[in-house]
T-cell receptor, first 114, second 116 residues
């Protein structure tokens, strides 16, 4: 079964600094991989998805992720943090090609310091 | 296009009771999945329905059940509630095969269930 590890349950950066949220997955087969963001008292919003093709994927709100098969990683980055980026971020992989069953990491809470 | 809607948003029940949560997918979406989110266990897959049939099931006891109607709306039911069932229950929908983004799940705002 797939497993997902997000390194760091809590990340704190200054406004304007680089954001780097780490995600590693267990499968040797390139999965469908997703990053979601959750704001307080809300559901999950899709930031970006990796299915096949280009290894650098651009998402919404200035986020992007680089998929590295050799490292089984898909880290999320944003060049310059904004106060509105404070939220919880989840990495997820699909267990099937249709991506109807997602396995999530434990989440990383991002705090932005003014 | 309206997003995934879930009702009710908040619910308080007592141990031993049962509860039914409702989810309306994005118009045109045929697949509905349910997830449980708790501080301790994180986000865990409950089950997925497509065309009124359960296609996938997570590792939850039989007290957790669901169904899907012909209009793709879905309900999940939890019987004999336990304190540990307190959680945010999220519903997600995705398009049927052959349409764009069939591989992407779109989530609703969730139903916050508190069991006392």
């Amino acid at each position: 079964a797939q497993s997902v590890t997000q390194l760091g349950s809590h990340v704190s950066v200054s406004e304007g600094a680089l954001v780097l949220l780490r995600c590693n997955y267990s499968s040797s087969v390139p999965p469908y991989l997703f990053w979601y963001v959750q704001y307080p008292n809300q559901g999950l919003q899709l930031l970006l998805k990796y299915t096949t093709g280009a290894t650098l994927v651009k998402g919404i709100n200035g986020f992007e992720a680089e998929f590295k098969k050799s490292e089984t990683s898909c880290h999320l980055t944003k060049p310059s943090a904004h106060m509105s980026d404070a939220a919880e971020y989840f990495c997820a992989v699909s267990e099937d090609q249709g991506a109807q069953k997602l396995v999530f990491g434990q989440g990383t809470r991002l705090t932005i310091n003014p | 296009k309206a997003g995934v809607t879930q009702t009710p948003r908040y619910l308080i029940k007592t141990r031993g009771q049962q509860v039914t949560l409702s989810c309306s997918p994005i118009s045109g979406h045929r697949s509905v999945s349910w997830y449980q989110q708790t501080p301790g266990q994180g986000l865990q897959f409950l089950f997925e329905y497509f065309s009124e049939t359960q296609r996938n099931k997570g590792n939850f006891p039989g007290r957790f059940s669901g169904r899907q109607f012909s209009n793709s709306r879905s309900e999940m039911n939890v019987s004999t509630l336990e304190l540990g069932d307190s959680a945010l229950y999220l519903c997600a929908s995705s398009a049927k095969p052959g349409l764009p983004n069939t591989d992407t799940q779109y989530f609703g705002p969730g139903t916050r269930l508190t069991v006392l």
